[in-house]
């Protein structure tokens, strides 16, 4: 049974930061690129960051130089550490794990940023 478990959200004043983990279980997890999406209510799923199997990062243009995406192969872990937080990143965030064959997603973590 494939498990994707976030943990890390909460609430944050605007230039605050958070760092978001994902565990996962039931997978071989150095396979999989792992990714971190966000929906906010009213708005479509979008990607924030990912990271493929080698390491390779991408980022949406409106998170890059404040977010990193980071993973520990050791421990079926990725992070997703986020600074100078905006009101505009208030979402639900998800955690994503694919390759070609599959895609599994975590329940979601709320990120709340508001002063």
């Known amino acids: 049974q494939v498990q994707l478990v976030e943990s890390g959200g909460g609430l944050v004043q605007p230039g605050g930061s958070l760092r978001l983990s994902c565990a996962a279980s039931?997978?071989?997890?150095?396979?999989?690129?792992m990714g971190w999406y966000r929906q906010a209510p009213g708005n479509q799923r979008d990607l924030v960051a990912r990271?493929?199997?080698?390491?390779?990062?991408f980022y949406a243009d409106s998170v890059k130089g404040r977010f990193t995406i980071s993973r520990d192969d050791a421990k079926n872990t990725v992070h997703l550490q986020m600074n100078s937080l905006k009101p505009e990143d208030t979402a639900v965030y998800y955690c994503?794990?694919?390759?070609?064959?599959?895609?599994?997603w975590g329940q979601g973590t709320q990120v709340t940023v508001s002063s």
């Open positions: 039931g997978i071989s997890f150095s396979m999989y690129a």
């Open positions: 994503s794990a694919n390759n070609i064959l599959r895609n599994y």
């Open positions: 990271i493929g199997s080698g390491g390779s990062t």
